[in-house]
């Protein structure tokens, strides 16, 4: 099995308790690894290797992206697409591009600010189909080299290319 985007969730709820994890990861990891999965029904210890070593298995077994990790005491799977060796990371997209990206139009702009997103859009991805999102959480920030145009507030941008139109 592969874990993918539409599996990403919590797997154990930590407030549960730390055996309660360790008996979700036994039952996440037995098809990959028998043992170890019996290693963490046993009783608990204050070793975390196996929980470690059980986390790198289960990665293994993800996605490009996907990401398992221990936060605030869950087992949570997530996609991280600074993790994804296929996503495209653009640092200073100017944010008052946005919405003609994910729309196609935006009344705000100009015809030239317009003309030079769909120029950036051709030059970058040609006609290849795309995804993109931004990073969750981030404010936007002041950058004097943006991607195109002038000094602008940006945020960083993930692309993922998909097949040819």
Excluded at 97 to 105: H, P, T
Excluded at 106 to 113: G, I
Excluded at 115 to 131: M, R, V
Aim: hydrophobic share 35%; glycine share 8%.
């Amino acid at each position: 099995m592969e874990y993918e985007k539409q599996d990403a969730g919590c797997y154990g709820d930590g407030s549960l308790g730390h055996s309660h994890i360790r008996e979700k990861l036994a039952e996440l990891v037995r098809p990959l690894d028998p043992s170890l999965a019996d290693a963490l029904a046993e009783d608990s210890s204050d070793d975390f290797g196996e929980e470690d070593e059980a986390l790198e298995i289960l990665g293994a077994h993800s996605a490009p992206g996907m990401v398992w990790e221990f936060r605030d005491g869950d087992l949570i799977l997530y996609y991280d697409p600074e993790q994804d060796p296929e996503c495209l990371v653009y640092e200073s997209f100017p944010e008052w591009a946005l919405s003609f990206l994910e729309y196609g139009e935006d009344d705000s702009l100009t015809e030239e600010e317009k003309g030079t997103i769909q120029a950036w859009i051709q030059n970058e991805f040609g006609d290849k189909n795309f995804t993109h999102s931004t990073k969750e959480g981030e404010d936007s920030f002041f950058s004097r080299c943006p991607e195109f145009g002038l000094a602008s507030l940006c945020v960083t941008l993930y692309v993922k290319i998909m097949e040819e139109k």
